[in-house]
């Protein structure tokens, strides 16, 4: 992992968090949501539309069993679960869920593909994770460009086609995608090289595989770029996964963040999106899992 992983990250968050002046987030969060949907009596889960396939990811809830959170998840109209490592694949299917989003060992957001000396060891985990991805029915696997650390963007975009040139026939013959997630340089990671969705797509045309894709944060993008529904309409060919996370915050998507989620949700659905939205934020309040309930709620348009 890197040397800011998401947990350490996690921690800081939820330190500064505790800091914040008093928005009534918690509060919000701590609510149930607006639109109570039917209960189906046979198996206690809610009823969804499932025209957006929703995940979470499993890092937001790291005092929360993965069994536990599988169970729930599934109970609140999830269809599956993100960022697990292979030994944990299996675990969403004893819950009826997948991995939607896998860790297959090219984990590290600062030593990505956009150095040549990191591909020897992503490459080794990715003939060794990639096969037990199809396997296990976990449809991507994610991986990062890396910092800049002085490198220009198209010297950094020339060695991450080069390498995924490699690692694509991989995934090509055992119909896994690899996904790489587009991550904003303005406050969570700086330096980080794919930053903006014109970067990452550049990328994708020169791997030109159907087996390479991106990662679009929502979060993320909306940092960056905004203009999410345009953009996202623009390029969903290249779009294989997306992520949440309420700006600014990165907390649950309520009322007092920029993004009219519902209303994004509505373009994915118009464009026929088939793949998966995962939730990635930093849960407010005593019942962390109350604001995810919210944010199924939400997106289940």
């Known amino acids: 992992m890197s040397k800011v992983s998401r947990r350490k990250w996690l921690g800081s968050a939820l330190a500064g968090a505790a800091a914040l002046p008093a928005l009534e987030l918690d509060a919000l969060d701590a609510q149930p949501p607006r ?16 025209r957006i396939h929703q995940s979470v990811a499993r890092w937001c809830y790291p005092k929360i069993a993965l069994d536990d959170l599988c169970r729930a998840g599934a109970e609140m109209g999830l269809m599956a679960i993100d960022l697990l490592k292979p030994e944990d694949w299996a675990t969403p299917r004893k819950y009826g869920l997948i991995c939607a989003m896998g860790y297959a060992g090219a984990d590290d957001i600062y030593n990505g593909l956009n150095r040549r000396a990191n591909l020897p060891a992503i490459e080794r985990a990715f003939r060794k994770n990639i096969p037990l991805a199809a396997k296990l029915g976990v449809p991507c696997v994610i991986c990062f460009a890396g910092a800049r650390k002085g490198r220009p963007d ?4 020339n060695y991450c086609i080069e390498g995924l040139r490699r690692l694509t026939p991989i995934a090509e013959d055992h119909g896994v995608t690899i996904c790489m997630e587009l991550l904003n340089s303005k406050i969570d990671h700086p330096g980080y090289m794919c930053d903006h969705t014109a970067w990452g797509v550049s990328v994708a045309r020169g791997v030109n595989s159907p087996r390479f894709q991106l990662l679009y944060d929502i979060y993320h993008m909306q940092i960056m770029e905004g203009d ?4 996202i309409r623009t390029n969903m060919p290249f779009l294989a996964h997306f992520h949440t996370g309420g700006v600014p915050g990165r907390h649950g998507l309520n009322g007092h963040q920029e993004v009219r989620w519902d209303g994004v949700m509505r373009a994915l659905v118009a464009e026929n999106f088939q793949g998966y939205v995962a939730h990635e934020f930093i849960p407010l309040g005593n019942d962390p899992l109350m604001s995810l309930r919210r944010a199924v709620a939400l997106c289940d348009v």
């Open 154 to 157: 198209d010297e950094g975009a």
């Open 228 to 231: 999410l529904i345009r953009t």
């Open 35 to 50: 639109r109570q949907r039917r209960q189906v009596p046979a198996t206690g889960r809610v009823a969804v539309r499932n």
